[in-house]
Nanobody, 120 residues
Framework: QVTLVESGGGLVQAGGSLRLSCAASGSFVTVKAMAWYRQTPGNQRDLVATITADGSPNYADSVKGRFTISRDNGKNTVYLQMNSLKPEDTAVYYC??????????????WGQGTQVTVSS
C-alpha cells in the first residue's frame, strides 16, 4: 500500500507565498518522477510542475518564475514553493508520483489534494 500525504495549503493574500509538501509512505522500492497538478471546480486537472528523480524541473508557463518544485529523496517528499501568488492560482493542488513497488514497473499515485485560496 502506497499513500501520498499532502500538506501546506491554506488562505493567503495576493502576492503572498505558500509551500506545499507531499510525502510518499508505504512499501515501495523507489520514487521516480513527481509532479503537482491543480484543479478548479468544473475544470480538468492541469499540470503545474514536474520533477525527475534526479531533480530536473519543468513548469507550466502560468507559474514559471513564481513557483519552484523541489524534492528530498531521503524523505520521499516533493515540495512546491509558491511565491507572488495570484487569485487565479486558487485551486485544489494534487501531488502525483511514480512510486515503484517493482523497480521496472511505473505506478502512479495521487494525493488527496490540498486547497489553496488566494484572496485579492
Amino acid at each position: 500500500q502506497v499513500t501520498l500525504v499532502e500538506s501546506g495549503g491554506g488562505l493567503v493574500q495576493a502576492g503572498g507565498s505558500l509551500r506545499l509538501s507531499c510525502a510518499a509512505s508505504g512499501s515501495f522500492v523507489t520514487v521516480k518522477a513527481m509532479a503537482w497538478y491543480r484543479q478548479t471546480p468544473g475544470n480538468q486537472r492541469d499540470l503545474v510542475a514536474t520533477i525527475t528523480a534526479d531533480g530536473s524541473p519543468n513548469y507550466a508557463d502560468s507559474v514559471k518564475g513564481r513557483f519552484t518544485i523541489s524534492r528530498d529523496n531521503g524523505k520521499n517528499t516533493v515540495y512546491l514553493q509558491m511565491n507572488s501568488l495570484k487569485p487565479e492560482d486558487t485551486a485544489v493542488y494534487y501531488c502525483n508520483a511514480d512510486v515503484r513497488r517493482r523497480i521496472f514497473s511505473p505506478d502512479w499515485y495521487w494525493g488527496q489534494g490540498t486547497q489553496v485560496t488566494v484572496s485579492s
